[in-house]
């Protein structure tokens, strides 16, 4: 997952709102990564941003279904990532 901006000198930061980032859970120029998902990872993530138009986030729930299917959902975006 990724918060886009326009800002090349934005800065995003990933927590995960009802826990802590798993050890396995990679952040990689912004970008949220997790190598192998698992039901463990479900929960809410916020994105932090800081620009120079100020301070933004974005927060996600990811919920894992079985071994196939993970639904990521935000006031933004919903998107269903199928064969994870």
């Known amino acids: 997952m990724t918060l886009l901006s326009d800002d090349v000198t934005a800065r995003h930061t990933w927590s995960k709102?009802?826990?802590?980032?798993?050890?396995?859970v990679e952040?990689?120029?912004?970008?949220?990564?997790?190598?192998?998902v698992s039901l463990a990872h479900q929960?809410?993530?916020?994105c932090n941003?800081?620009?120079?138009?100020?301070?933004?986030?974005?927060?996600f729930i990811l919920t894992v279904e079985g071994q196939y299917q993970v639904i990521?959902?935000?006031?933004?975006?919903?998107s269903i990532i199928q064969g994870v």
């Open 72 to 78: 990521f959902q935000s006031s933004q975006i919903t």
């Open 49 to 59: 941003t800081t620009s120079v138009v100020g301070p933004s986030y974005i927060q």
């Open 27 to 36: 952040v990689h120029d912004g970008t949220l990564v997790i190598p192998d």
């Open 43 to 46: 929960g809410t993530y916020r």
């Open 17 to 24: 709102v009802d826990g802590q980032l798993s050890r396995d």
